[in-house]
Structures are given as C-alpha cells and as structure tokens.
C-alpha cells in the first residue's frame, strides 16, 4: 500500500498538482476581490494581466451569418455542489453541442448573481453558465440571462436542493435536471473570444451568450444571492481589440 502511496504522488507531481497545497482563497470583496485577483497568486496572473479576459460589455456587435448551435442535452442526475463562489451542477456524461463542426461536452452549469457579461451596458439580476469541453480540453462556454418573473422550473431541482454551506454538496440519484429546458426557446446568440470569469482566468474560452433571456421568479434569484451573502459578479473587462459577432 505505502508503494502504491508513493506511486500516486509521484503521478501527481508529473501531473503538476501538488495534492498538499492549500488553493489561494479568492472572493468578491475586500483584498481577495476581483481587482486582486492577479496579485493573490503567481497562477492567477492573467487576471490582471489578460487582453482577452471575461465577462465583457456586448456592444457594438458585428451582424454576421453564425451557425446554429446544435444541443443535444439529456436529462441528468442531480449532483450540486457549493463550492463557496457558486452554485455548481456538475452534468453526467452524454451531453453535448455542436457548433461550427466541433464537439464540446458539457460538464457543468453555475450561476453568478447579478449577471457578469452585461448587454448594451444592461445588467441582468442573474446569469447561468454552461460550460463545455472538446476532447481536447478547449472550452465553451454558454452564458444564459434571467430576468424578474415566474418561477423557473427548470432550476427549481437545483434550487430545491441548494447545499446552503461551503464545500456541500447534494446528490440523488432520483432527482434529475434538464440542461436543455434551461435554454430560451430563441437560440440566437452573441459570439467572442474570451476567459475564465474567476481564477486564474484563462484565455481561449469559445463564449456564446444567448441573446433572450429566460425568467425566474425574486424568491429564486434572492435565494442564490443570499447564500453567498452578497454579489458574485466579476466586472466586465475591456474588449479591446476582440471583435463581437451575432
């Protein structure tokens, strides 16, 4: 067993994780805030140092022919995570889309409170995330905005089983989400290049934001924002040279 011990750590380092290091604490607020960021960790530069860092301001916005995204989402079993940022869903394996002849798998959907990526300067109460990744490793990410209004069913699997501590999670095998009755029934969407929205922020993140938001009702927005006690919004960050297709 001590062998084998000394093998996994071995194949860890490789790896290059260090499976004794406590990961540098960042937020939303105060000195561990988004302005920060760049400064808590040498991993975590790009925060700061990026030219094509996200959430953005969706302006400006080339009219172009994009392709159709195809989805091809199913049903999932519910495994919720508290990760002390977000509400994280993790998806089973299966699920997928298809946009501009490449394959991204979908791994997980959060949400932030308000939203991170505004349109015409417009900022929504809250934002869900979809992120997916290719065989490779490539990311693409599908931002998805709420407005006030009915309740959501489509979250409410979520919602109703939302760890309300850090580091939670809740699982059962009998609940299942559907990625695909979160989306708007318009799939028409914005596309640019952009970045991992929390640390270290990494680049070459494929986004595409929908363009019609979908609704949710002030009890269900209040509840997410609640249990994180407060924003959990990045700023937007500057476009500059990126081009905005829709």
């Not at 995330?129 to 309740?151: C, E, P, R």
């Not at 501590?165 to 695909?180: G, H, L, Q």
Request: charged content about 20%; glycine content about 8%; hydrophobic content about 35%.
């Amino acid at each position: 067993m001590k062998k084998r011990m000394i093998v996994i750590i071995i194949g860890f380092v490789f790896l290059g994780v260090n499976i004794y290091a406590n990961p540098v604490y960042w937020g939303y607020t105060g000195e561990e805030g988004p302005e920060y960021w760049g400064e808590l960790s040498a991993d975590y530069e790009m925060c700061s140092k990026g030219k094509n860092q996200s959430p953005i301001n969706i302006t400006g916005a080339i009219e172009c022919e994009l392709q159709p995204i195809s989805f091809s989402y199913k049903r999932s079993t519910l495994d919720v995570i508290n990760n002390g940022h977000t509400i994280k869903a993790n998806y089973d394996v299966g699920s997928f889309i298809k946009v501009d002849g490449d394959t991204y798998n979908l791994i997980q959907i959060h949400w932030h409170t308000p939203s991170e990526n505004t349109i015409e300067g417009k900022s929504f109460p809250m934002e869900a995330h979809f992120v997916h990744a290719d065989k490779n490793g490539n990311l693409a990410v599908i931002g998805i905005m709420y407005t006030k209004g009915n309740k959501n069913s489509a979250i409410s699997g979520v919602w109703d089983n939302m760890p309300s501590k850090r580091n939670a999670t809740s699982k059962d095998s009998r609940v299942t989400i559907s990625a695909m009755n979160m989306l708007p029934a318009d799939k028409d969407y914005y596309y640019f290049n952009g970045s991992l929205t929390t640390p270290p922020c990494s680049e070459g993140v494929r986004w595409m934001v929908m363009k019609n938001p979908v609704e949710a009702s002030i009890e269900q927005i209040n509840k997410f924002h609640s249990t994180f006690h407060g924003d959990t919004n990045r700023p937007v960050q500057p476009i500059n040279a990126r081009p905005i297709l829709k």
